[in-house]
């Protein structure tokens, strides 16, 4: 995609406030310093930036302005209005670019010695989503797989909760999970299911070796019962009289870093 004046630029960055269209065009907005940073950086393929006059004559500005510029990428310096209408943040940080969504090979992510996979089934919350996939990448996640149903990825709520890390984790989005976690299985992964009801609990589990396929639930109804009936393991998080569930972003950081210190200890 070639754009080459201000004007495409801003239409442009518009048309990725719908998801349709992120879905249509494969890209996405990327809004903040840091944010654009992160995308620089991990060498995330970039259309083109836009800045307001005020960002670009702070340090951090004029920085991310020249390295953009030493890669060949589009900058644009525009009215800080236009800034804030792109923006969804309640205080815009002065800066936005439009980017092409990572891609990532599920054949490489999936085909490894001791590898963990999420599989998130229905996930609403983006929050949540984001929350996981931060925390699971700081745990050693190998890759993230979104069922059909949950929060858009690409969700500027979303993002913000990764900082950044959708640049560095594969995450697959729209996965048929039945079929997904079925060929784990054949290739010798354990599909284990956080489930509030199971008997076992997740720190009595063994972790310490295996490909893992690591699956939660929506918030509200867990997991489907496809999956649930599939899982080759269902482990709970122990609760205290009266409390019913744990928020999903914490039962997942819950049961990775319990993987991750279970395999520290037995390196």
Partial sequence: MKI?????????????????????????LIEGASFVQDALVNGAEIDCLLASDSFLQKKKGKLLSEFARS????????????????????TPQGIVAVGR?????????????????????????PGNLGTII?????????GFFLG?????????????????????????????????????????Y???AADPGARVKYYRTDFR????????GNEGGGISRELLDIADLRVAIPLAEGVESLNAAVAA????????????EDS
Avoid at 134 to 142: D, E, F, I
């Fill in 4 to 28: 080459k004046t201000a004007e495409q630029a801003i239409r442009s960055a518009r048309y990725l406030k719908l998801r349709k269209h992120r879905q249509s065009t494969k890209r996405f």
């Fill in 134 to 142: 931060r925390s699971g990448a700081g745990a050693g996640v190998n």
């Fill in 101 to 125: 969504m990572p891609v990532w090979s599920e054949e490489q992510v999936i085909h490894g010695q001791d590898t963990v996979l999420v599989a998130l089934d229905g996930l609403q919350d």
């Fill in 190 to 192: 354990i599909a284990v």
């Fill in 209 to 216: 070796k295996g490909a893992l396929a690591i699956i939660i």
């Fill in 71 to 90: 890669r060949g990428i589009p900058f644009f310096s525009v009215k800080e209005n236009i800034l804030c209408s792109l923006a969804d943040t309640e």
């Fill in 253 to 264: 950081a819950l049961i990775l870093y319990e993987i991750c210190r279970q395999r520290d």
């Fill in 148 to 188: 059909e149903g949950t929060v858009d990825l690409y969700n500027s709520k979303v993002l913000r909760s990764t900082t950044g890390m959708v640049f560095q984790v594969p995450v697959f989005h729209q996965a048929r999970l039945v079929p997904l976690i079925n060929r784990l299985k054949s290739l010798g």
